[in-house]
C-alpha cells in the first residue's frame, strides 16, 4: 500500500490492510454529508483457524467530535480463515466533515475458542487535493 491515508496493521499474525475511497458521486457537500468507502483485506499469517466475531470502530470527524459502531460480523459475515487465507470486504463511511480518521478492532476467535482482539490501524478518510467537492 502506498498512500498516506492507508492502513496496513499486524496483530497476532493477522493483518489488516484498508484502502479508503472518496466518494463524490455520494456526497452533498451542502448538507455536509461526505461519503468514503473503505476496502478491508484481512489476511491469516498465523498458524491457526480464525473467525471474525465482533467488529469496533471508532470514527472521528475533523471537529473531533467521536462516534463508534460495534456489531457482530462485517457486512453481515463472520469470515472463517485457515491459515494464508485471506477475505475482502468493502463498506461505507459518512461523515461530516471533508476528513475524518477511523480506527478499531475485530475480535477474533481461534480454534480451541479463545477471543482475542486484533488492531485495525488509523487510516483517513478524506478528500485529497486532486479531487472535488461537488453538490449532488
Known sequence: MSSSLESDTTTHGIRIQVLPRYLPDHTDSEENRFVFSYRITITNNSDHWVKLVRRHWIIINADGQRSEVKGSG??????ELDPGESHE????????????????????????????????????????????????
Do not use: H
Open 89 to 136: 470486504y468493502e463498506s461505507l463511511c459518512p461523515i461530516d466533515t471533508d476528513w475524518g480518521t477511523m480506527e478499531g478492532s475485530y475480535e477474533m476467535q481461534d480454534d480451541k475458542g479463545n477471543l482475542f482482539d486484533i488492531k485495525i490501524g488509523r487510516f483517513y478518510l478524506a478528500v485529497t487535493s486532486d479531487e472535488t467537492v461537488e453538490s449532488s
Open 74 to 79: 462485517v457486512v453481515g459475515f463472520q469470515p
